[in-house]
Each structure stands twice: as C-alpha cells, then as structure tokens.
Antibody
Framework: QVQLVESGGGLVKPGGSLRLSCGVSGFTFSDYTMSWIRQAPGKGLEWISDITSDSSRNYGDSVKGRFIISRDNAKKSVFLQMNILRAEDTAVYYC????????????????????WGLGTLVTVSS | SYVLTQAPSVSVAPGETARITCGGNDIGSKDVHWYQQKPGQAPILLIYYNSDRPSGIPERFSGSNSGNTATLTISRVEAGDEADYYC?????????FGTGTKVTVL
C-alpha cells in the first residue's frame, strides 16, 4: 500500500535551517509530482512547494527564496531544505503525492493530493 | 493570487444533509478537489476532479462545480463526519486551498 513518512522536524531558532525528508513506498515514485503542504497550529492548509517527475519546481510566495525542494528517485524520497526560518514557519509539514498540472493529448489535468504522510512538526522559536 | 472562500462552520443534525460551499472567481472552469481532516489527523482526499470519489469513500459524499461555486454535499450525515473540510484548486503554477469549513454534527 502507498505510504509516505516525513522526518526531520524539530525545534529551531529564528534564522536557522532545517531539512525535512519524506520517504515513500507502494508506488512508482519517479512517475509522480510530489508536494509539501503545511498547517500552522489551529490554521488551515497552505501549499508550500512541489516538484515534478522531471524535477521542475514551484514554490508558494511565503517561502520563495528561502525553501528548496528536491527529490532522489533512487531513494524514493523528497526533501525540503528550509532556510532563514521565521516564527511564522511553525507548522506541521505534510508530504503528499500529487499536485501540479500536466497535459496529454491536448487535455490538461491538475491531480489532487491523493496520499498524505502523517506530518512532521517544525517549531521556530528562540 | 487566487482566493477560495469557505464558510467557517456548518452545523447539521444526524441524518440531515450538509452542503459546504467553496467560492472562487470562475471556479467552474477549474478542477476542484475536496479533503476531510479530523482532529489530530492528516487530511484525506474525499472528492477529486469536482465529483469523483476515491475508493473507500462512501457515496454519501458528492461534489459539484459550476460558475463561481463548488459544493461538497454530505447526505445522511453521521457523527463520524464531524471534521474540517477543505477545497483545493490549481491556479497559475500554485496550489490553492480554501479557508476550510468545520462541520459540527449536533
């Protein structure tokens, strides 16, 4: 069955860095766009970034220039390097399969986030 | 940037029908996905491409999308449906989530 497991969360000081990892199993990882989504305490869902199967990257405005997404198909993993962290980056970070847009035979699709990990908590505080 | 608006909360009695709306400019021209999130849990996909259900999702959950409003309908509401519900679309290389609706079963 499909599984996604995030790791790497923790407590970090403002201005610091952290690297999240998400290991997957149960599907052909290299075929899919992978995404990071976060949820601040008591708040809604916020899309952060995605990376396509051919490693094209997109970022939300709140993290552009500070976060970097990457993937290792051999290790079936996606990563999120988070730099210059701020208090407002405090959240549970979820890895999810899906997102993005692709077109085939003149028909375009915007896939849902069909599988999610359990999340990893990142706390930015002094 | 694209904005999706949802009512903060909806209350419904068991056995009744709950309708959760998601408003966005010409949202009917986009594919809308819906997620359910129970307290302390990760979201799960509930409805995709406006009205399709993943395997394992009860037929009581249905979706529609037209004009400026997408709607998630929960028929014959059960106590276990109490959760937060989010709509989501893709727009201009970004994913956008709605503000979320908390469904309370009376």
């Amino acid at each position: 069955q499909v599984q996604l497991v995030e790791s790497g969360g923790g407590l970090v000081k403002p201005g610091g860095s952290l690297r999240l990892s998400c290991g997957v199993s149960g599907f052909t990882f290299s075929d899919y766009t992978m995404s990071w989504i976060r949820q601040a305490p008591g708040k809604g869902l916020e899309w952060i970034s995605d990376i396509t199967s051919d490693s094209s990257r997109n970022y939300g405005d709140s993290v552009k220039g500070r976060f970097i997404i990457s993937r290792d198909n051999a290790k079936k993993s996606v990563f999120l390097q988070m730099n210059i962290l701020r208090a407002e980056d405090t959240a549970v970070y979820y890895c999810a399969r899906g997102g993005g847009k692709y077109c085939t035979d003149a028909v375009c699709y915007t896939p849902p986030f069909d599988f999610w990990g359990l999340g990893t908590l990142v706390t930015v505080s002094s | 940037s694209y904005v999706l608006t949802q009512a903060p909360s909806v209350s419904v009695a068991p056995g009744e029908t709950a309708r959760i709306t998601c408003g966005g400019n010409d949202i009917g021209s986009k594919d809308v996905h819906w997620y359910q999130q129970k307290p302390g849990q990760a979201p799960i996909l509930l409805i995709y491409y406006n009205s399709d259900r993943p395997s394992g999702i009860p037929e009581r959950f249905s979706g529609s999308n037209s004009g400026n409003t997408a709607t998630l309908t929960i028929s014959r509401v059960e106590a276990g449906d109490e959760a937060d519900y989010y709509c989501q679309v893709w727009d201009n290389s970004s994913e956008v989530f709605g503000t979320g609706t908390k469904v309370t079963v009376l």
